[in-house]
């Protein structure tokens, strides 16, 4: 894989917030496999698209494998919280791979096997997000989804950022350890309620490499037009 100086010289990609990129220790570390885990609409995918925002934004080509949106509906939810990525996609700078699995088609190893092909051919991308891969998880046994973890981390060793989105309640407690274990960084967001406000928290609960001291509990909001707002929690309660 081949890249100019100047990118195999960095160390880290932002993510575009200077704020989020502090919490996170710098930014994100090239050659890291991320996990990012949470419940049903705990920020999960606003996350991830936040990492291809501030991929593309520092000049590198991105990808996103979504099996919960199409293309336009992902280009026009990037767009309602400020981030424009048409032109992005025009210039295939950003590439978007809806994905749609049928149960009764195809085994859970040709799956992963499959999802894990396709990503290895994205050679231009040093930023790619799958989100969700809880859709695959629901087909797959603990080996086919270990397998992929390991062969992303592997992928990773290439200098690319490869970030999984699942939902807290795909995998038992045993499982996800080994996953975590695996991962290079471990992102896990929750919603709760507080009083009349729901309150949304992202623990940085590990990021190897990183250049400064990772945060621990992050407040944070989603505002149309900006993204991802940091708080503090103590605001977020009131």
Known sequence: MNFNQSKDTAEVISTGSMEIDRRLGGGIPYRTL???????AS???TFAQQLIWGALNAGEKACVYTTEQNIQSLIRQMGSLGQDVSDFFLLHELEIFPVTVASDSTSPTELFGDLQEHIASQKDARMIVVD???????????DQIQDFFSECKNLCADGQVIACTVHASAFDEGFLM??????????RMQVTSSGTNLLKTMEVAKIRGAELKTGNIIGFEV????????????????
């Open 34 to 40: 991320m996990l990012i885990e949470g419940q049903e």
């Open 43 to 45: 920020g999960k995918s």
């Open 132 to 142: 969700a891969l809880t859709t695959f998880v629901s087909e797959a046994g603990g």
């Open 178 to 187: 080994r996953i975590r274990s695996i991962s290079d960084a471990y992102i």
């Open 223 to 238: 505002e149309p037009g900006f993204g991802i707002r940091i708080i503090p929690i103590t605001r977020a309660k009131a």
